[in-house]
């Protein structure tokens, strides 16, 4: 992306553009975002009232309506807030690795999950069509802005049947392993504990929060006689570390918010994860997390922001998440670029995160020393202006006299991939011997060793 100033760059332009950035981009920070987590910090109750969700049961039998449009972006602030929080109980630490969370022995109301739909004779279609009806425990971590590979908005264009979810994942071999291998890592997990574990094969639902779902993998039960949760995940070797942070075992952060949001519909109190990283018994991670209900509330709260805010009204959440998985995002829905497209005008918060962007390149410039957290910022704010361009190769924004110009031009060039020439060779022999050329290059290399080892 490239940005055209229509005047030299003054740095003391920030002594006003700051002010309007924090003001435009983060509405409430003069106010310390009080009124949005006032009642975490003061030790209320989730203001998703109980009478409403009863009434939403009875009398949508499941569907909530789609109803009104307004403009809001109040999941930046709320979502800023808590990740930049120390105190808080979302406070990010890092995608490599989520935090183990202490108990937390309250005495609270109990209640009973509500079964939405038998799953054992639904097609794959129609599992998808009654997922979309609320927030499955997959969806969690894209919502609170923590997964490495999908937006919130990603979750949100599945929930209004723009785009299914999985349909669009990449690595698709990795996802049907996952299936395939679900029953062996649950054998494994039972042999190597000695825990009873089964399945009930339906989809349930929160009694207060009719927009909490879950379709839990297995129950167990344990020698009390008390249930916990299991949750099967296969992963390679390479990507094992992720269960372990600073030497100590743990849940990637990615997962946690799944267990957690099951934890909170079935009112179960604990959750094992099982991870098969390997081809043997052995090769098996097992790991346990207690309920934390001070976790739980800031969760539901971000899940009845993204339902209420953004499901209900079809207003799409903002982008948030790193600058990858946003551009990752864009593309899938915007399309291919199209350089006949009008310009567009930056509007609402892009003025804003446009000198952002800009203060950030800025800094960069004059800094001596390689920042990861500057590079990843400056991405993050690129891929949400790009984002924002859509199938547009150009945008303007006319701010204190002057005209911004970014253009997103894209770069083609004609290949065959992989996939494709190895189903010409196969399909089409001849026209493959006629036309394709193999290319030579050598590489030199100087190897090291004792001339014993020789």
Same mark, same amino acid.
């Given at each position: 992306?490239?940005?055209?100033?229509?005047?030299?760059?003054?740095?003391?332009?920030?002594?006003?553009?700051?002010?309007?950035?924090?003001?435009?981009?983060?509405?409430?920070?003069?106010?310390?975002?009080?009124?949005?987590?006032?009642?975490?910090?003061?030790?209320?109750?989730?203001?998703?009232?109980?009478?409403?969700?009863?009434?939403?049961?009875?009398?949508?039998?499941?569907?909530?309506?789609?109803?009104?449009?307004?403009?809001?972006?109040?999941?930046?602030?709320?979502?800023?807030?808590?990740?930049?929080?120390?105190?808080?109980?979302?406070?990010?630490?890092?995608?490599?690795?989520?935090?183990?969370?202490?108990?937390?022995?309250?005495?609270?109301?109990?209640?009973?999950?509500?079964?939405?739909?038998?799953?054992?004779?639904?097609?794959?279609?129609?599992?998808?069509?009654?997922?979309?009806?609320?927030?499955?425990?997959?969806?969690?971590?894209?919502?609170?802005?923590?997964?490495?590979?999908?937006?919130?908005?990603?979750?949100?264009?599945?929930?209004?049947?723009?785009?299914?979810?999985?349909?669009?994942?990449?690595?698709?071999?990795?996802?049907?392993?996952?299936?395939?291998?679900?029953?062996?890592?649950?054998?494994?997990?039972?042999?190597?504990?000695?825990?009873?574990?089964?399945?009930?094969?339906?989809?349930?639902?929160?009694?207060?929060?009719?927009?909490?779902?879950?379709?839990?993998?297995?129950?167990?039960?344990?020698?009390?006689?008390?249930?916990?949760?299991?949750?099967?995940?296969?992963?390679?070797?390479?990507?094992?570390?992720? /269960?372990?942070?600073?030497?100590?075992?743990? %849940? +990637?952060?990615? @997962?946690?918010?799944? &267990?957690?949001?099951?934890? #909170?519909?079935?009112?179960?109190?604990?959750?094992?994860?099982?991870?098969?990283?390997?081809?043997?018994?052995?090769?098996?991670?097992?790991?346990?997390?207690?309920?934390?209900?001070?976790?739980?509330?800031?969760?539901?709260?971000?899940?009845?922001?993204? /339902?209420?805010?953004?499901?209900?009204?079809? %207003? +799409?959440?903002? @982008?948030?998440?790193? &600058?990858?998985?946003?551009? #990752?995002?864009?593309?899938?829905?915007?399309?291919?670029?199209?350089?006949?497209?009008?310009?567009?005008?930056?509007?609402?918060?892009?003025?804003?995160?446009?000198?952002?962007?800009?203060?950030?390149?800025?800094?960069?410039?004059?800094?001596?020393?390689?920042?990861?957290?500057?590079?990843?910022?400056?991405?993050?704010?690129?891929?949400?202006?790009?984002?924002?361009?859509?199938?547009?190769?150009?945008?303007?924004?006319?701010?204190?006299?002057?005209?911004?110009?970014?253009?997103?031009?894209?770069?083609?060039?004609?290949?065959?991939?992989?996939?494709?020439?190895?189903?010409?060779?196969?399909?089409?022999?001849?026209?493959?011997?006629?036309?394709?050329?193999?290319?030579?290059?050598?590489?030199?290399?100087?190897?090291?060793?004792?001339?014993?080892?020789?």
């Amino acid at each position: 992306m490239t940005l055209v100033h229509g005047n030299p760059w003054t740095p003391g332009i920030w002594q006003m553009v700051i002010p309007a950035f924090l003001l435009c981009c983060c509405p409430n920070a003069d106010q310390g975002f009080e009124d949005k987590t006032f009642f975490r910090k003061a030790g209320r109750k989730n203001e998703y009232k109980k009478e409403k969700g009863r009434q939403e049961l009875a009398e949508t039998g499941g569907r909530i309506s789609l109803q009104g449009y307004s403009r809001t972006e109040s999941r930046q602030p709320v979502l800023e807030e808590l990740y930049h929080d120390p105190d808080s109980k979302l406070h990010a630490q890092g995608q490599k690795g989520g935090v183990t969370m202490p108990d937390t022995n309250v005495e609270r109301e109990r209640h009973n999950p509500q079964v939405l739909v038998d799953t054992e004779n639904l097609t794959r279609e129609e599992w998808l069509d009654w997922r979309r009806r609320g927030i499955g425990g997959s969806d969690v971590s894209a919502i609170i802005g923590i997964s490495p590979f999908r937006t919130a908005r990603d979750i949100y264009y599945d929930k209004l049947g723009i785009a299914a979810v999985e349909e669009d994942e990449g690595n698709w071999v990795a996802m049907e392993m996952g299936h395939l291998l679900e029953d062996l890592v649950a054998k494994i997990f039972e042999r190597k504990t000695g825990l009873k574990i089964y399945q009930i094969k339906k989809m349930f639902r929160h009694p207060l929060y009719p927009f909490m779902l879950a379709d839990v993998d297995y129950f167990i039960t344990m020698p009390d006689g008390t249930k916990a949760i299991l949750e099967i995940k296969t992963t390679n070797y390479n990507a094992k570390d992720h /269960w372990w942070k600073d030497g100590r075992e743990t %849940v +990637p952060a990615y @997962y946690e918010p799944q &267990g957690r949001h099951y934890m #909170a519909v079935m009112d179960i109190d604990r959750v094992f994860f099982c991870c098969l990283y390997g081809n043997t018994e052995d090769e098996t991670i097992i790991r346990e997390i207690h309920r934390d209900m001070a976790y739980e509330e800031e969760m539901i709260f971000l899940e009845q922001e993204f /339902w209420d805010s953004h499901v209900q009204k079809q %207003v +799409p959440p903002p @982008y948030l998440e790193d &600058g990858d998985v946003i551009l #990752a995002s864009a593309r899938q829905y915007c399309g291919r670029a199209d350089k006949d497209a009008d310009a567009i005008v930056l509007n609402g918060s892009m003025p804003s995160t446009l000198m952002r962007y800009m203060q950030l390149q800025e800094q960069k410039k004059q800094s001596d020393k390689y920042s990861k957290k500057l590079e990843a910022d400056i991405q993050r704010l690129k891929a949400i202006l790009a984002a924002e361009m859509g199938t547009s190769c150009k945008a303007v924004c006319d701010m204190g006299g002057s005209r911004y110009t970014l253009t997103y031009n894209p770069v083609r060039k004609m290949i065959v991939d992989k996939d494709n020439l190895m189903r010409l060779k196969l399909q089409y022999p001849e026209i493959y011997e006629q036309f394709v050329t193999v290319s030579e290059f050598r590489t030199f290399h100087v190897k090291v060793s004792s001339v014993d080892a020789a």
